[in-house]
């Protein structure tokens, strides 16, 4: 059985540190990955997308990809209390482009 | 472009009953998806259409059923509601559902509560 894995939290990070969330995944023929922001009481919307190794940046975002080890992560610089949210991987296989998820991190940015 | 919206964003169901939920995808988008989320269990895939078809399937009872019509509007039937059912219920549709870095983009969901 396909499987994405998330530490569930609440990661506590304090504003201006940087926040690093973390996901595994069991299908090494996993070919896309995703990182969703959902804030309470909304829908996920997507922050990062990656599918090559190594580093992604867009703005404060870095997504990091490992295929060999399988795992993908999302660092978070210089933390702000909007940050504060569920953080969501997601990963896409081979064989049908269904996409798998993860249970999601809750992160709190303390000012 | 305006993006996936869903109706009703809130419905009250009482045991046994049945509802219907719509999602209409982004403009030019052919692929919806549906996804329960209830606390604590994450997404939960239900089923994915494409050009009229179920294309992919979750591990769900058959009182969920959906279906797409020619405009890509997908609807979503829960027969003989469960108090188990009551959580928000997610549409997201993506321009072919298909490989590569193409992404899935929410609606605002509609959130159940079955009495």
């Known amino acids: 059985q396909k499987e994405v894995e998330q530490n569930s939290g609440p990661l506590s990070v304090p504003e201006g540190a940087i926040a690093s969330l973390n996901c595994t995944y069991s299908d090494r023929g996993s070919q896309s990955f995703f990182w969703y922001r959902q804030y309470s009481g909304k829908s996920p919307e997507l922050i990062m997308s990656i599918y090559s190794n190594g580093d992604k940046e867009d703005g404060r975002f870095t997504a990091q990809l490992n295929k060999a080890s399988q795992y993908v992560s999302l660092l978070i610089r210089d933390s702000q209390p909007s940050d504060s949210a569920t953080y969501l991987c997601?990963?896409?296989?081979?064989?049908?482009?269904?996409?798998?998820w993860g249970a999601g991190t809750k992160l709190i940015i303390k000012p | 472009k305006a993006g996936v919206t869903q109706t009703p964003r809130y419905l009250i169901k009482t045991r046994g009953q049945q509802v219907t939920l719509s999602c209409s995808p982004i403009?030019?988008?052919?692929?919806v998806s549906w996804y329960q989320q209830t606390p604590g269990q994450g997404l939960q895939f239900l089923f994915e259409?494409?050009?009229?078809?179920?294309?992919n399937k979750g591990n769900f009872p058959g009182r969920f059923s959906g279906r797409q019509f020619s405009n890509s509007r997908s609807e979503m039937n829960v027969s003989t509601l469960e108090l188990g059912d009551s959580a928000l219920y997610l549409c997201a549709s993506s321009p072919s559902g298909g490989e590569g870095l193409e992404t899935q983009y929410f609606g605002p969901g509609t959130r159940l509560l079955v009495l």
């Open positions: 403009s030019g988008h052919r692929s």
């Open positions: 997601a990963v896409k296989g081979w064989s049908n482009y269904q996409l798998i």
């Open positions: 259409y494409f050009s009229e078809t179920q294309r």
